[in-house]
């Protein structure tokens, strides 16, 4: 009696093993549905943009050196950063593949917004609302990706500027001479003359330095004001000698020019005061 107690205890651990053996054991993967690759190009490998809308002029990015520069509609420093986005779209992956036919119903004819990378071309139709995903066809196919890579096409040229107001080479300021007085540097320190009745300490033209090294607006845009009298004259380390105009002090935005780059900025009227108006003066 006893020895038939074992067996079947032995018996009741075996089934038991076996089925947690059944239940815990790895399910098998299902098969990831098939990626197709837009491009065959990387990122780091684009050279040049081409950026153009149903409406306005197309949106010219050129990789000069490490800088990206706007070249058409108007030059200017490019923001690195917003270039660097739109060459992502190589990147892109789908698992959607059809034959670019009836494009009409992909909005696809015409499309909302072309972007050329180098030597190929992307264009944007809409939504897929069911699948959140966007049409996009380039070469003989269409693809569905993620819509985040339209968000990075500018509706105009501005955005994709870079709103800095100096390259960085150019930050290295030694000297800011302006209608009526000048800050530069004597003997690793700063220096203002002719002296104001209340002297700033080194604090405090370390800030009005700082404030004109990191200057940076809310918008740039192809000159449009005329320099006026009061010119300010920015010096640095390498010997260049740059004039700056404040054209405008109206409204929330002051514009300041710089006519070697035939470009405006506007800058936040808090930050232009402290640069043109500093409060020890």
Not at 145 to 159: D, F, G, S
Not at 184 to 209: C, Y
Request: aromatic content about 8%; glycine content about 4%.
């Amino acid at each position: 009696m006893k020895k038939t107690l074992i067996i079947n205890a032995l018996l009741l651990v075996l089934v038991l093993g076996l089925g947690a053996f059944l239940y815990f054991k790895p399910k098998p993967e299902e098969p990831r549905p098939t990626e197709y690759k837009l491009s065959a190009l990387k990122p780091e490998e684009i050279k040049r943009i081409e950026v153009k809308l149903r409406k306005g002029d197309p949106v010219v990015l050129e990789l000069e050196g490490e800088q990206w520069y706007l070249t058409k509609p108007f030059r200017a420093r490019a923001d690195n950063f917003e270039a660097r986005r739109l060459a992502d779209l190589v990147r892109a992956v789908s698992d959607q593949k059809l034959p670019a036919t009836d494009l009409a119903r992909f909005e696809l004819e015409p499309p909302f917004a072309t972007v050329v990378l180098d030597k190929q071309t992307f264009t944007f139709g809409t939504i897929n609302r069911m699948m959140k995903m966007q049409y996009v066809m380039t070469g003989d196919s269409v693809y569905m990706v993620n819509p985040q890579y339209a968000q990075a096409i500018p509706p105009q040229p501005e955005r994709m500027a870079d709103n800095r107001l100096w390259t960085t080479p150019e930050q290295q300021i030694v000297g800011v001479d302006m209608p009526g007085f000048k800050v530069e540097q004597v003997d690793g320190n700063w220096a203002i003359s002719p002296k104001p009745l209340i002297t700033p300490t080194q604090d405090d033209l370390n800030r009005f330095i700082d404030e004109w090294k990191l200057a940076s607006g809310t918008l740039t845009q192809p000159m449009k004001l005329k320099p006026g009298k009061d010119a300010t004259v920015v010096r640095t380390k390498d010997g260049k000698s740059i004039t700056v105009h404040l054209a405008s002090r109206e409204g929330n935005d002051w514009i300041v020019l710089r006519p070697d780059e035939g470009l405006q900025y506007h800058l936040s009227r808090e930050t232009a005061r402290r640069m043109f108006e500093p409060n020890w003066r």
